[in-house]
T-cell receptor
Framework: KAGVTQTPRYLIKTRGQQVTLSCSPISGHRSVSWYQQTPGQGLQFLFE???????NKGNFPGRFSGRQFSNSRSEMNVSTLELGDSALYLC????????????????FGQGTRLTVV | AQKITQTQPGMFVQEKEAVTLDCTYD???????LFWYKQPSSGEMIFLIYQGSYDQQNATEGRYSLNFQKARKSANLVISASQLGDSAMYFC?????????????FGKGTKLSVKP
């Protein structure tokens, strides 16, 4: 069974540009969450998608957005990049569904390391 | 207030010895799950072990066990017989309740170094 696949693995962008990151969850998983990891702030939740709907959102500016497709693949977009957006972006997929108590493990991809220069 | 607290920024352990990584949590939700993840230098978060708030027994997965003390709100990870490959960052995380609350809340992590 294939794991969570994130592309690209590494990315270098210039301030002001925009970037799109992709995440393919484990087959059958309908929940996809995105996290940002930086040395200063640690791991912070960005948003979660379930069945193409954003179900939960963290405390990030509107420059950060995402979407999920009917095949559960998800993309996140960051517009007008800032130096502080340099981070490891991790995607997690799980079977978690509405009504299920919150104890389903999440499987992570290897992440996309974004560097903004 | 932090929901997940890992008080040990770094830990050293001798190969083949056991080590305990501390984690305390804060929630008023009676239904929650506690997780431990390992993150090697490659960046991938590797799921290690899970403990549900209603589970009566401490979780175990191979060399990993979770010392769950609900009244103290602690969920310490015990790694037995440490191996050099265990050197990594370890994160404790919590997921609260059900319904639409799906995100994991992470601690700051503990860097474990295993010495030969």
């Amino acid at each position: 069974k294939a794991g969570v696949t994130q592309t690209p693995r590494y990315l270098i962008k210039t301030r002001g540009q925009q970037v799109t990151l992709s995440c393919s969850p484990i087959s059958g998983h309908r929940s996809v969450s995105w996290y940002q990891q930086t040395p200063g702030q640690g791991l912070q939740f960005l948003f979660e998608y379930f069945s193409e709907t954003q179900r939960n959102k963290g405390n990030f500016p509107g420059r950060f957005s995402g979407r999920q497709f009917s095949n559960s693949r998800s993309e996140m977009n960051v517009s007008t990049l800032e130096l502080g957006d340099s981070a490891l972006y991790l995607c997690a997929s799980s079977l978690l569904s509405r009504g299920l108590i919150g104890n389903t493990e999440a499987f992570f991809g290897q992440g996309t390391r974004l560097t903004v220069v | 207030a932090q929901k997940i607290t890992q008080t040990q920024p770094g830990m050293f352990v001798q190969e083949k010895e056991a080590v305990t990584l501390d984690c305390t949590y804060d929630t008023s939700d009676p239904s929650y799950g506690l997780f431990w993840y390992k993150q090697p230098s490659s960046g991938e978060m590797i799921f290690l072990i899970y403990q549900g708030s209603y589970d009566q027994q401490n979780a175990t997965e191979g060399r990993y066990s979770l010392n769950f003390q609900k009244a103290r709100k602690s969920a310490n990870l015990v790694i037995s017989a440490s191996q050099l490959g265990d050197s990594a960052m370890y994160f404790c995380a919590m997921r609260e309740g059900g319904g639409s609350q799906g995100n994991l809340i992470f601690g700051k992590g503990t860097k474990l170094s295993v010495k030969p």
